[in-house]
DNA sequence: TTGATTTAGGCAAACGTTTGCCTAACTTGT
DNA sequence: ACAAGTTAGGCAAACGTTTGCCTAAATCAA
């Protein structure tokens, strides 16, 4: 027979007690499944109350006493980056499969916000963070300096050290340059942004070392970069440093260290009247699913967003156990 | 693999007052600003400690004795749509400046997740709910009889009633014809998704409406539709239905209820060698920020995004101060 | 002067969990 | 039969806040 009860409260580990008339401590002890300290019977007795009262675990209660929350915060810079959004997504997918909640914020790239978010975290006892993307700041390295589980993805720890997962930047340039290469594209150059951040930097570094390597003479390694936290704005004032520079010619080959740069380059050269990808060979990296739709021109190196999120889950968790984890570097390919 | 150090706890109401030589309470009344309780040099003395210990309230506590944390969750069925996204962002930031953290959870359009995630939330003291493109489910039903706090953004409660953030959709469905017969089309098609929402299928309803009020009459408005989850493959997939159904010869214009469709059908297009604009004037609904970059053909109904988030704020600060504010119709426009 | 009111701030009880410690009642070993 | 060990489970103290209630002292009214 069911109680109608007075409250709209949801049922306490003192509801179930009462119920099943034990103390709060074995109830506690059993939904936690610490089996050595209960009778048989006394469990058996407890299910069934946990069962018809629909206890459900309060987890404030839970965060205050043990002093830790099973949330953990997501800081990315913009999640407008359908690739940030990729990287969101499949963390907040691994996470609530490890049994977390992810809160996400959005620090627009800036150090400010960034601080404010990391504060504003702690006092929810967050249990750690991953940082995409971060940027320096004091917070942060107050955060660390703490010991707090910290994981950085896409772009490394502006302090050096720390948790990482990402993939291999020079790499992927490398890659590029092998592309344009094997097609006999001997003009080349690369756009990206002014504000260096340590993976489009590799990006270009690799590229740009792949070539020489190759015997491509660095003078004819055209570069280019624009200031601006939109990367598609980035692309588009880039490309006309990269053309203007070059007294109105485009490279017969372009590596755009985003896809959304590649983006704002299409979009010059489509004023300019450069036929893309005839005229110019342009590749970027992210391989946004929407290129096979509306962006067929566009060649890029695939990252495996989506699996970042299982491996970020992975360094939280051996932070947790009191590792320092290697950094993970997930594969990418350019499909020929 | 290093050992990580155990950091010092942060300072709580004790170790403020403490510092101070008052009591908790005091210390409390004051950084909760209740002035009338303690003198001027007291609060002086407090602030004073405050800021010299850094102290934070502790979210953790305060939502156990409040009953209530600062957390709103939101479930939005796929943070690959760049809309989602938009919204996800938009509100992030709007509930952040009013003082909450935005928990974010994928449902993938799922009953059972959203079930999950709602009854996971529950016991998080969650304040309040922001359901994008909700579906009917049981954990949905409970929590609106249990009357908790819930906005509905773009698609309406499945069991009606409810606070809800959108846009007029029929207005924008009419909007697009207007736009077209503006230009002479009268040769005319809809796609849709076959699972359609309440939203995609005002779009639909306005837009038939709307044309055969103006005189068209209905044979010459095609429609045809798709079943699956990426708006990008139904796009396609209805394209060629609708295609096909006309014995392959395309519209003159096309109505795609959402941008990702238009990509789609863009791709079947491109395939098929037809001229987008200039055979089939493509409308679309979102006005995705990439298009003027890559997708410049396509002619997008606008939607205000970036103001859901305040937008959703206001509603819920309606629901917890008990009132049942008004659904609340954002202005869309088609820049012509 | 006295009684009434205000001011300033402390006490302690929640909120829901977890866990070290304690204690009865058994079970063994000898 | 008695000491030693095991089992089953209760007590109560945290964790950090908030807030109703209480009490001194100070102020005020008459």
Redesign the pocket.
């Known amino acids: 027979m069911t109680k109608r009860l007075a409250s709209p409260?949801a049922a306490?580990?003192?509801t179930v007690a009462r119920e099943a008339g034990?103390?709060?401590?074995?109830v506690?002890?059993i939904?936690?499944g610490k089996t050595?300290?209960?009778?048989v019977q006394?469990i058996a007795r407890v299910n069934a109350a946990v069962v018809e009262l629909g206890y459900q675990?309060?987890h404030?209660?839970?965060a205050?006493?043990?002093?830790e929350s099973r949330v953990v915060a997501m800081l990315a810079p913009n999640l407008d980056n359908p690739a940030m959004a990729a990287i969101a997504v499949s963390t907040e997918a691994a996470l609530r499969a490890a049994g977390y909640v992810m809160i996400l914020c959005d620090t627009h790239d800036r150090a400010d916000l960034q601080d404010e978010y990391l504060r504003a975290m702690r006092s929810q006892f967050v249990q750690g963070y991953v940082l995409v993307s971060a940027v320096k700041s004091a917070a942060l390295s107050d955060a660390l300096a703490r010991g707090e589980a910290i994981v950085f993805v896409s772009r490394r720890n502006p302090d050096g050290g720390g948790a990482y997962v990402g993939i291999d930047n020079r790499g992927a340039g490398a890659d590029a340059a092998d592309h344009l290469l094997a097609r006999g594209i001997e003009d080349l150059a690369v756009i990206y942004p002014a504000q260096g951040s340590s993976s489009t930097a590799e990006r270009v570094d690799g590229f740009i070392e792949r070539l020489v390597a190759r015997g491509v003479p660095t003078e004819r390694i055209a570069q280019a970069s624009a200031p601006g936290l939109s990367h598609l704005q980035v692309g588009y004032d880039a490309a006309r440093a990269l053309v203007d520079g070059a007294g109105g010619t485009w490279p017969r080959g372009l590596l755009c260290v985003s896809d959304l740069m590649a983006y704002g380059a299409y979009r010059l050269a489509t004023e300019q009247g450069v036929a893309i990808p005839s005229e110019c060979l342009v590749v970027g990296i992210d391989a946004n699913p929407l290129n096979a739709w509306i962006a067929p021109w566009l060649t890029s190196v695939h990252i495996p967003y989506r699996d970042f999120g299982a491996k970020v889950v992975e360094q939280l968790s051996s932070l947790w156990s009191g590792t320092v984890p290697d950094d993970c570097l997930l594969p990418h390919s350019l499909d020929s």
Chains 1, 2 share one sequence.
């Open positions: 409260r306490s580990l003192a034990v103390s709060v401590a074995t506690s002890r939904v936690n050595g300290r209960a009778s006394t675990p309060n404030v209660g839970r205050l006493r043990r002093r």
